[in-house]
């Protein structure tokens, strides 16, 4: 999986497939196919794989005490160290965007029947893993749009950001980490509002976002 996620960034998912990757692992074909049927397959298996380790990372600072609006700090700071630490995190999920996205829409699509899929990862389960032993997000709408706002425009960010870190350095003489650390806070500003004024505690009055 290490090696077809390498190959993958390189060459792109045209140019890989099930011989050349086994080439650069030195096994053979049928090795492969013991556990994977498809190129696809294994691609999909380093999708399931690296989802479910963004959010065992994200989690991975939760406690009991936190209220919303400090689980949200925290999520932002998970999904930024995560990305940061895995700088083909953005150029894979490229890849799998267009796939992703049409599996999404149709709603009979049967994440479970992947047999790569051994995380159980299924769109839409995001915010519940996140924030589920909090809340109840299906009680209250307007708190739902709000925190999957808020994901989506962290995630959609970070990607714009930092694939132009280079550009900004030469046009600017700023680092993308510098530029997103001011956008996200303005994020979490926002959020913060949007949570007390549906009547939401916002415990932390100051924060910071390490970088």
Not at 30 to 53: G, M, S
Not at 54 to 68: N, T
Request: aromatic share 14%; net charge negative; with cysteine.
């Amino acid at each position: 999986m290490e090696v077809a996620a390498r190959l993958a960034l390189e060459k792109g998912i045209d140019g890989i497939n099930i011989s050349s990757i086994a080439k650069a692992c030195d096994l053979s074909r049928p090795t492969i196919y013991r556990y994977f049927k498809t190129k696809e397959d294994i691609l999909w298996a380093i999708f399931f794989q690296q989802a479910h380790q963004m959010q065992q990372k994200i989690a991975h600072d939760f406690s009991s005490d936190d209220d919303l609006f400090t689980r949200t700090i925290k999520v932002a700071q998970g999904m930024i160290d995560y990305q940061l630490q895995n700088d083909h995190f953005i150029i894979y999920n490229d890849i799998f965007l267009f796939l992703y996205v049409k599996a999404s829409e149709d709603i009979h699509y049967d994440w479970d029947k992947i047999a790569t899929n051994i995380y159980h990862f299924k769109p839409g389960h995001t915010i519940k893993n996140l924030y589920g032993d909090l809340i109840d997000i299906e009680q209250d709408e307007s708190l739902k749009y709000a925190l999957v706002s808020f994901i989506y425009a962290i995630s959609y960010l970070m990607q714009a950001i930092l694939r132009q870190d280079e550009a900004l350095q030469v046009k600017y003489k700023i680092t993308a980490k510098e530029i997103l650390n001011k956008q996200v806070f303005w994020l979490l500003e926002g959020i913060k509002k949007q949570l007390e004024d549906l009547g939401y505690p916002t415990s932390v009055k100051q924060f910071q976002l390490q970088l």
